[in-house]
């Protein structure tokens, strides 16, 4: 869907504001508050406006953002367990230089957690491999669950699954962490892709903890959970480890970022854990692990802001 900007820029800001009027709470159940909304980041206002439409379409897993133009893995690109002397070298300095990125972002304001719940569901899985499920909507949320998760890693390190295009092609600093940060990029290729599944077990085998965003692509600020892709669940139920769904949920803080919105604080809801059933089949457990996390994400999201949780339709 194309829109001219100003269109776009006046029924978003028409429908955030009304949206304010109906939940004048912080906690909003929709979408972030901002102080102007006449000042807002454009590009911002037109993704909310494009997830209004997919929700609307029922499009739950597709991207909204303008990624970059990719291109696919090569066979041997990607040392997914970091086997080699300069893989662990290059992962060692760059996760150093990501906690301190962390830590800044934390002093600075642009990443508040406000609150963290059910940190005892991480010791219970602490000495196993574990998948972890995640709602995705910021590029910083990732950094919020290793700052919290921290304690309750091997060796203090979270694996992430992520698209490909991210490790192939995503400039900047962030494409360098989407490179080097023990990052499980997924591949197009056959070949490359059971190089990706045969590492994921390997690590869940370990014990290390893998980071899986179930609901695949990335929706800005978006507070409800998505329905979730069977992916996540078909590595847990392969390697036998339980899946630790976690639910971000979030509300406006006093503080304006610099696209025009109010910082967020985040409440890391961290929920038990999900174990296979050992008397049902592999594609009975799949169906079961992804039905348990939706429905424990839903609870969480209904209670924090007291809303039943309904899509556009």
């Known amino acids: 869907m194309t829109l001219h900007a100003t269109t776009t820029h006046k029924r978003i800001t028409q429908f955030t504001m009304q949206q304010c009027e109906t939940n004048s709470v912080s906690k909003r159940p929709v979408w972030i508050g901002s102080p102007d909304f006449s000042k807002c980041a454009p590009d911002r ?19 909204v953002e303008d990624d970059p133009p990719t291109r696919p893995l090569k066979p041997g690109e990607c040392d997914y367990t970091k086997k080699k002397l300069s893989s662990k070298i290059c992962t060692a300095f760059v996760n150093f230089f990501a906690i301190r990125f962390i830590y800044s972002l934390i002093k600075k304001n642009q990443l508040i957690i406000k609150d ?44 992430k699954v992520i698209r490909e295009g991210n490790y192939t092609s995503f400039p900047g600093l962030y ?19 059971k190089e990706f599944l045969s590492a994921t077990d390997t690590l869940l085998r370990k014990g290390e903890k893998v980071l899986v965003y179930a609901e695949q ?19 847990a139920v392969k390697s036998n480890v339980p899946v630790v769904p976690i639910f971000i949920t979030m509300q406006d803080s006093n503080l304006v970022g610099a696209d025009g919105f109010y910082i ?10 999900i174990y296979p059933d050992s008397s049902l089949s592999d594609k009975e457990n799949i169906e079961l692990l992804r039905n348990k996390n939706y429905e424990a994400w839903k609870q969480v999201y209904e209670e924090f802001y007291g809303v039943p949780l309904s899509y556009e339709d």
């Open 45 to 63: 206002l037109a993704i909310i406006e494009k997830i209004k439409d997919y929700e609307k379409k029922g499009w739950f897993s597709k991207d």
């Open 116 to 159: 963290v719940k059910g940190l005892e569901n991480m010791e219970a899985v602490r000495r196993t491999g574990a998948i972890i499920t995640c709602n995705h909507f910021n590029a910083f949320d990732n950094f919020a669950l290793h700052k919290v998760l921290r304690p309750y890693l091997r060796k203090g390190i979270i694996w």
């Open 175 to 193: 494409g360098w962490f989407f490179r080097n940060c023990n990052t499980l990029p997924l591949a197009s290729s056959f070949s490359v892709m």
């Open 217 to 235: 692509g990335m929706w800005w600020n978006y507070r409800k959970p998505r329905p979730l892709a069977s992916g996540a669940f078909k590595f």
């Open 264 to 273: 967020q604080e985040y409440t890391v809801n961290i929920l038990k854990p």
